[in-house]
């Protein structure tokens, strides 16, 4: 079947065909949905004079620039938050998306009192805008990256202790690696808002429930049951999860259900209720109760691997872990994807790959299950 040349003004030589058998309403609405967007856009540019985009009380703004709001404005499903990234109103990011819906034609958002909605047409559009702003990203990125040396101020947070054990070890050689950039290390147990408080890169462990960062993850943190061979002697191993709760635990505050320990083993997860004397928030001061002989205890093998080595503490349900979580470099989406961030991110998934160094310590030590 011959294609039929769905022409888009102010696309200079390129055509997009659109077959017969590509004509079903999905394709026909994207077809429509963008054609009428780079359509509206041309007109637009030519009324202005010149191709140069016109000037209102939004201020300038490319279509690349509309597309960041638009997105901006789904991943919170908020207009004022969407309006404090880029330093506009809410009403100022309300009015540019009516705009922008009027150029094309199309409704792409619903609006009630309580929420916002992406109509068929949005979703599409959307998914579409992604994927555009993703590209020219990741295009710009590379150009950056072949051109320009990492350079300026890398403001870098990471908790604590693993700032101090691993991060520590790795500032004076990425600073020889790279002459001209200055690093600037933030490490803290808060939670630190990257946006807010001009963090350029964070070390992260756990799970990462923010939308607005990107994150890529660099290895597993594989977090296992121990306990002091004093412990022990007192009382014997637990040969099952379900044994745990007959033991003295150690209560991580952090986790979700501090008190509902979820382990993964061959056979699956299961759910055990645990209780104990002492709870903390910090993993430094459960390890030294741990070594201290008052219980079993959840031990992150990036902090506790030396202490295994020595024996100090051993591990306890071999085979069995806290759901796995990761070790993971986030960025704020909003930002371009500079080249000092680039090259920061590569550096430490140079670092921390599977198997780390501290879990390669310990093969025959600990079981550790595999990394998925």
Request: net charge positive; proline share 6%; glycine share 6%.
């Amino acid at each position: 079947m011959d294609p039929t040349p769905l022409m888009i003004p102010g696309v200079t030589g390129i055509q997009v065909e659109v077959t017969r058998l590509l004509r079903s309403p999905k394709a026909l609405i994207i077809a429509s949905v963008f054609s009428s967007f780079m359509t509206c856009n041309h007109q637009w540019k030519q009324r202005s004079g010149n191709g140069k985009a016109m000037t209102s009380q939004f201020g300038s703004l490319s279509e690349t620039s509309e597309l960041r709001v638009l997105v901006s404005v789904i991943a919170h499903g908020s207009f004022a938050k969407a309006a404090d990234e880029h330093q506009m109103t809410p009403s100022g990011v309300s009015k540019l998306i009516t705009r922008l819906e009027d150029r094309l034609g199309a409704r792409l958002l619903q609006r009630t009192t309580r929420r916002l909605s992406l109509t068929e047409a949005g979703s599409i559009f959307h998914s579409r805008a992604l994927r555009l702003l993703h590209d020219l990203s990741e295009a710009e990125a590379e150009i950056s990256a072949n051109n320009l040396q990492p350079r300026g101020v890398l403001r870098l947070s990471a908790p604590m202790p693993f700032g101090t054990m691993h991060l520590a070890p790795l500032i004076p050689k990425m600073a020889k690696l790279f002459p001209e950039l200055t690093i600037d290390v933030v490490l803290t147990n808060r939670f630190v808002d990257l946006v807010d408080e001009g963090i350029d890169l964070a070390i992260r462990l756990g799970v990462l429930p923010d939308s607005r960062l990107i994150a890529r993850r660099l290895c597993a943190n594989h977090r296992i049951l121990i306990a002091s061979p004093s412990y022990l002697k007192k009382r014997p191993a637990p040969k099952t999860p379900a044994d745990l709760a007959k033991h003295e635990c150690l209560i991580f505050t952090s986790l979700a259900d501090p008190r509902d320990w979820r382990l993964l083993g061959k056979s699956g997860s299961v759910v055990v209720a645990v209780d104990g004397r002492i709870a903390s928030n910090n993993a430094e001061v459960l390890f030294e109760a741990i070594k201290a002989g008052h219980g079993i205890g959840l031990g992150a093998t990036y902090l506790v691997h030396e202490a295994l080595k020595r024996g100090q503490v051993v591990q306890v349900l071999p085979g069995h872990e806290f759901g796995q979580s990761g070790v993971f470099a986030v960025y704020p989406s909003a930002r371009q994807l500079s080249s000092k961030v680039r090259a920061a991110i590569d550096f430490f998934a140079a670092a921390f790959k599977d198997p780390t160094s501290w879990d390669r310590q310990l093969g025959g030590v600990v079981k550790l299950l595999p990394v998925r």
